[in-house]
């Protein structure tokens, strides 16, 4: 079990560590605030009926917030070198990107915990339903998987802020669509029964990845 | 030695010159004319066929090469995989870039529309950002090692990403009122031969095209190794 | 018995090669220590040996253990301090030895971190965040942290880099109380008057290349001087 207690070490350091800056979380949420501030007076103007757009408008806030978090994790590790603290002790390199990963999966959902009822507001929809959170949880994991490993790989780069989106958005792709159909379907008041088509391919999605992911971020993080 | 594997590649390259010539003859001038089609622009339009899926199924062959070295390399470490990976990404990008024009060029006189989403133009779209932010990370990153490590992991990720994208797209454009289905567009009996000779044609340029990149980037090696000699002579 | 053995370790990144067929021993207890001008590879070497890096050729042994299968009980075994503190500036020093700590699986943590706190000369400053300390504090935490783990091996990339005067003296201090001199120690250093002072054996590095080895005794600082500027640019 010393995996598990190393990959919960990690996240308590996360924490530990953001809830005394709190800057990442805030960057994250005051992004996000604005996004959806944006998108509505962008679209607005435009559409008459602000609940048809509003399932695109709350991932794209939420993706490019997490995009925000996601990149800090690694720069807070690669700026003292902390990275090579944690490879140079005996700890499997997957507990480190479990740790990461799950300590990303945390951050944004808070944000978006604390998203959701604004946007409900600012979009007159009611997001607080139980399958709407499963699916913003399901489509964040996903992302949080794939971000993990790609922010690996940025952190290292110049132009870090500017390739990760580049490199991730192409690829989640799929589970940005199903989040978006499954948010807009359960919003609309259909089954999810009719959507389960949309649901298998989330949660493929995420198991596809976070598998791939982990399999591949020794790569990532050994020289 | 040298000598003779430059030879093997000339006959090579011969012999894809010839097809393509002939791809082009039958595909533009002797192809049969299509029967669905009402304007005269329309059916010269039509012999877009010939090249848009061609291109298509040789970019996404490219992309598999790529996925294939990218695989070898994290396995074995060696770079000749690593240069396998990254040609075939060039020469990938260069035929979905084809893809995505002839596709264009062949909605607008057939639809009215320069772009559908469609979902294999959609999913051939997003394949070449993914390649394009493959060729990306690469010139972003110094350390060769390194590179050729963080592009292998990308080009795997990125590859079993494709069929998923396919899949998602797909069953979005069945809710949406679709513009074309591209698979309307059939082959009559007396389109096959052109339309495989073109593939085929096309399948020979790709490996034309990969090989020399691959000699290049072996010889951009040599000029580094011997300049590190060169240099480090005391 | 040896602690650490280096056979035949070569390094290559590209087309450059760091590190050319070193051989080097060094004995159990024993204090060496690697100078050499900027680029010799030093860092390279002794990034290799703490398992961050992996060689090209060659092997490492270090307590009996082979780096390349025996990684994990290496790093149970292996304190590493390098010019970068290798600390979460957010965290405290407590918070940051705590982390350490149930990394590497210690049992009664509370305990040990005190201690080592107390061997640093830091018990003080526990609770404050590592950001608010000076350089030479950090360096001290950083002591700690390679020592938390009671590591029979230390090993010290230029630790030196961006301290004053008194900051070093301090530093030395530390590294006496910690018992520095009786594990076995490899440092890296390109200060040559530093270099001598707690080493019991000293080597030289250039181009890759392990160009000089004696015992401290044999030396003073202006012979060493000597022979450093004769090896590495003869």
Redesign the interface.
């Known amino acids: 079990m010393?995996f598990l207690?190393?990959v919960v070490?990690i996240v308590h350091?996360d924490i530990?560590?953001e809830l005394?800056?709190k800057e990442m979380f805030s960057s994250m949420f005051v992004f996000a605030l604005l996004s959806v501030v944006i998108f509505n007076f962008a679209f607005e103007l435009r559409v008459a009926d602000a609940a048809t757009i509003a399932p695109g408008v709350l991932w794209i806030s939420v993706t490019f917030a997490g995009m925000l978090g996601l990149n800090r994790s690694f720069v807070?590790e690669k700026?003292?070198?902390?990275l090579?603290?944690?490879?140079?002790?005996?700890?499997d390199r997957s507990a480190i990107y479990f740790g990461k990963m799950l300590g990303n999966f945390l951050f944004i959902t808070v944000v978006e915990a604390i998203i959701l009822p604004i946007f409900s507001a600012l979009f007159n929809v009611n997001l607080i339903q139980p399958w709407v959170l499963a699916v913003m949880l399901l489509g964040t994991l996903g992302f949080s998987g794939?971000g993990t490993?790609?922010s690996a790989?940025?952190v290292?780069?110049?132009?870090r802020e500017v390739?990760l989106p580049?490199?991730l958005?192409?690829?989640v792709?799929?589970a940005l669509?199903?989040a978006v159909?499954l948010t807009a379907g359960l919003l609309d008041g259909r089954a999810l029964a009719d959507m389960t088509?949309?649901m298998q391919?989330l949660i493929?999605?995420d198991i596809?990845?976070i598998a791939?992911?982990y399999m591949?971020f020794d790569?990532?993080v050994?020289? | 030695m040298k000598t003779s594997r430059l030879d093997g590649t000339i006959v090579l390259n011969l012999v894809t010159a010839v097809f393509i010539l002939v791809a082009l003859y039958l595909a533009l001038i002797q192809s049969p004319a299509p029967a669905n089609v009402d304007t005269e622009t329309q059916r010269y339009a039509q012999r877009i066929i010939y090249f848009h899926i061609p291109h298509a199924w040789v970019g996404f062959l490219a992309f598999l090469v790529t996925f294939v070295g990218s695989v070898l390399y994290l396995w074995k470490g060696e770079r000749r995989w690593d240069i396998l990976a990254l040609s075939s990404v060039e020469v990938g990008v260069a035929f979905i870039t084809a893809t995505i024009i002839t596709g264009s060029i062949w909605a607008k006189p057939a639809w009215n529309t320069w772009w559908t989403w469609d979902p294999r133009l959609t999913t051939s779209t997003i394949t070449w950002l993914i390649y394009i932010s493959y060729l990306m990370l690469r010139s972003a990153l110094d350390d060769p090692a390194r590179r050729a490590r963080f592009a292998a992991v990308y080009g795997i990720v990125g590859f079993i990403s494709v069929p998923i994208t396919f899949f998602a797209i797909r069953w979005w454009r069945t809710i949406h009122p679709v513009l074309f289905d591209a698979s309307n567009m059939g082959l009559s009996p007396n389109m096959r031969f052109p339309f495989f000779f073109s593939l085929a044609a096309f399948t020979l340029l790709y490996l034309v095209i990969l090989i020399q990149r691959v000699r290049v980037e072996h010889l951009a090696d040599q000029v580094a190794r011997l300049k590190a000699s060169l240099t480090s002579i005391k | 018995m040896a602690t650490i053995e280096i056979r035949n370790l070569s390094k290559s990144f590209g087309s450059h090669t760091a590190l050319r067929n070193v051989d080097l021993t060094i004995s159990e207890g024993e204090f060496l220590t690697l100078v050499g001008p900027n680029g010799a590879g030093k860092t390279t070497l002794i990034r290799i040996v703490a398992t961050l890096s992996r060689p090209t050729n060659g092997e490492v042994w270090v307590d009996g253990w082979n780096l390349a299968d025996g990684a994990a009980q290496v790093r149970q075994r292996i304190g590493f301090i390098s010019h970068q503190p290798l600390l979460y500036g957010d965290l405290t020093a407590e918070e940051n030895l705590r982390f350490y700590g149930r990394m590497y699986g210690l049992s009664d943590l509370p305990t040990r971190i005190d201690e080592v706190l107390q061997q640093v000369g830091l018990l003080a400053r526990q609770r404050d965040p590592v950001r608010t300390f000076s350089r030479g504090m950090q360096q001290r935490l950083a002591i700690a942290r390679a020592i938390l783990h009671h590591p029979v091996v230390l090993l010290l990339d230029e630790p030196y880099t961006g301290l004053d005067q008194q900051a070093a003296a301090m530093l030395d201090e530390v590294m006496q109380a910690v018992g520095a001199t009786s594990r076995t120690v490899l440092m890296t250093t390109h200060d040559l008057g530093r270099g001598l002072v707690m080493s019991q054996r000293v080597a030289i590095l250039s181009a890759g290349q392990l160009v000089y080895q004696a015992p401290r005794a044999d030396l003073d600082e202006v012979s060493f001087r000597q022979i450093y500027r004769e090896s590495v640019t003869g």
């Open positions: 010393t207690r190393q070490t350091k530990t560590a005394r800056t807070l700026d003292q070198g902390c090579d603290g944690l490879l140079l002790a005996p700890v794939v490993l790609f790989m940025t290292h780069t110049r132009a390739l580049i490199l958005f192409p690829v792709v799929p669509i199903a159909k088509n949309w391919l493929a999605f596809i990845f791939v992911s591949t790569y990532v050994e020289e």
